[in-house]
């Protein structure tokens, strides 16, 4: 069976490596390329590329999808969808999610990758019935970890309990690259006996091992991996796309990449890559095998966002102090998978435990909202003791977090009229508050009426106001 590809050095190797900072012209100019490469699709938005846009390149991501699905029409354009949180690190109301769905794949998007980041079930359904509705491929993504109940057991379960939902396909997400060679040949053979969907399995080089956890899943009969173009492989990104090309030639996994291509598209890529060094984008910390990873646990998106955090207040030199903090607050926390935004909430949180005086002794918002059950269930039960500490006896909820939002889509049309252009612009507002109003003041040359009040939310995760 031959085995497909998603390259994602458009959205995940650049978001892993050098935060998300590629600009709309650098991947214009690798699309065409890729496009005539023979992948099963490109992963080319969703995760950080949103926020990133808006915020730091003064880009719309919208536009973005649009000039990219014109440069593509041979291959399915794939995205990452974080449940009811959308791209955002909040929930969102139902119609938000719903309308966000419909936009992606009006404007491009034919796979939908969605994940929540404690695998709560209950934060897919929005997304998972919008991606139906409106005509799309939906794959629901399993974040994958380690912790004494996150057995293959769990994930077969799991599985059987999307498949149910009407998912297209399944992926285990192991955003951290912990996942180990025999381990991935037991899960993935488990799933192919207990459920009918195609298996893609998506890991991080970052600990030195996912060439090995590829083949393994391989044998076991996986259907997709994820890989990325050689200049943004390796570190805390994906495991390079041509090396699986000369691994799986002439084999019945070969899945007919065509290499003299791949190799234009390196070349041009290189440049890109070299200039992110020479600026100081691209951190080469990052492009380190780390296999204490296996250890701590902590993905590539996180790991690159923790090294701008400490290098922004001279605190390098505590970097392995907050590693080894990353687990023993993740089972406080009773074992959350580490993947956006709970990957940033217990990044800052270590952080804040090693430069204060006592663990805990500072707490973000969002981890009392954690606390609180406003993410979601926690895979496993949350220290009682740091329960008591931080949130009293308030009410911990036990129902989707989404089900106390109230509709906003129409409150913001009405808000926006005159100034939000189209509902794309209001979902930007919708999801990035001042920092899209901003940018599209900029972009119109026009502000909202002053009777308006400006809706914004938001919160603080490394350090940084989203």
């Given at each position: 069976m031959a085995v497909k590809i998603v390259e994602t050095s458009m959205r995940d190797g650049h978001q892993s490596l050098m935060a998300t900072r590629m600009t709309t012209k650098d991947i214009l100019s690798i699309i065409p390329d890729l496009d005539k490469a023979g992948f099963h699709a490109l992963e080319v938005w969703g995760g950080a590329t949103f926020d990133a846009c808006l915020r730091f390149l003064d880009e719309d991501p919208w536009e973005r999808l649009r000039e990219i699905k014109k440069l593509a029409p041979n291959t399915k354009l794939q995205m990452l969808f974080r449940g009811q949180n959308i791209l955002?690190?909040?929930?969102?109301?139902?119609?938000?999610?719903?309308?966000?769905?419909?936009?992606?794949?009006?404007?491009?998007?034919?796979?939908?990758?969605?994940?929540?980041?404690?695998?709560?079930?209950?934060?897919?359904?929005s997304a998972v019935d919008a991606t139906k509705k409106y005509g799309g491929h939906c794959q629901i993504a399993l974040s994958y970890t380690t912790s004494p109940v996150h057995t293959i057991e769990y994930y077969?379960?799991?599985?059987?309990?999307?498949?149910?939902?009407?998912?297209?396909?399944?992926?285990?997400?192991?955003?951290?690259?912990?996942?180990?060679?025999?381990?991935?040949?037991?899960?993935?053979?488990?799933?192919?006996?207990?459920?009918?969907?195609?298996?893609?399995?998506?890991?991080?080089?970052?600990?030195?091992?996912?060439?090995?956890?590829?083949?393994?899943?391989?044998?076991?009969?996986?259907?997709?991996?994820?890989?990325?173009?050689?200049p943004l492989s390796g570190g805390t990104s994906q495991v390079a796309t041509e090396s699986f090309h000369y691994i799986l030639k002439n084999t019945i996994h070969d899945p007919k990449l065509n290499i003299e291509i791949l190799n234009e598209a390196a070349s041009k890529l290189t440049v890109i890559k070299d200039k992110a060094l020479k600026d100081g984008i691209l951190n080469p910390k990052a492009l380190t095998t780390?296999?204490?990873i296996l250890l701590y646990q902590v993905p590539g998106g996180m790991l690159s966002n923790l090294m701008g955090q400490l290098r922004e207040q001279n605190l390098m030199d505590d970097y392995e102090k907050v590693l080894k903090?990353?687990?023993?607050?993740?089972?406080?926390?009773?074992?959350?998978?580490?993947?956006?935004?709970?990957?940033?909430?217990?990044?800052?949180?270590?952080?804040?435990?090693?430069?204060?005086?006592?663990?805990?002794?500072?707490?973000?918002?969002?981890?009392k909202e954690y606390l609180h059950g406003l993410y979601g269930k926690a895979p496993a039960k949350v220290n009682s003791l740091l329960l008591s500490k931080i949130?009293?006896?308030?009410?911990?909820?036990?129902?989707?977090?989404?089900?106390?939002?109230?509709?906003?889509?129409?409150?913001?049309?009405?808000?926006?009229?005159?100034?939000?252009?189209?509902?794309?612009?209001?979902?930007?507002?919708?999801?990035?508050?001042k920092v899209a109003i901003a940018f599209l003041?900029?972009?119109?040359?026009?502000?909202?009426?002053?009777?308006?009040?400006?809706?914004?939310?938001?919160?603080?995760?490394?350090?940084?106001?989203?």
């Open positions: 955002g690190y909040r929930h969102y109301p139902d119609d938000i999610v719903d309308k966000f769905v419909q936009k992606s794949i009006e404007n491009g998007i034919d796979i939908i990758r969605i994940f929540d980041a404690l695998n709560d079930i209950r934060n897919l359904k077969v379960n799991l599985a059987k309990e999307v498949e149910a939902m009407g998912a297209d396909s399944l992926c285990i997400k192991d955003m951290a690259g912990i996942l180990l060679p025999d381990d991935a040949y037991n899960l993935i053979s488990q799933l192919k006996k207990n459920t009918k969907l195609p298996i893609n399995l998506h890991g991080h080089a970052t600990a030195g091992i996912m060439q090995a956890t590829y083949i393994k899943a391989i044998e076991a009969g996986v259907d997709i991996i994820d890989t990325a173009l050689s780390n296999p204490s903090e990353v687990p023993i607050v993740r089972k406080d926390l009773g074992y959350p998978p580490l993947v956006t935004p709970i990957s940033q909430m217990v990044g800052t949180q270590a952080l804040m435990n090693v430069i204060s005086s006592s663990p805990y002794k500072i707490v973000s918002k969002e981890i949130i009293g006896k308030d009410k911990v909820i036990d129902y989707r977090p989404a089900d106390d939002l109230q509709p906003e889509f129409e409150n913001l049309k009405k808000k926006y009229e005159g100034f939000a252009q189209s509902d794309e612009d209001l979902l930007s507002i919708a999801l990035f508050g003041e900029k972009k119109y040359n026009q502000k909202p009426k002053p009777k308006q009040e400006i809706y914004a939310f938001s919160v603080t995760i490394g350090g940084e106001t989203k």
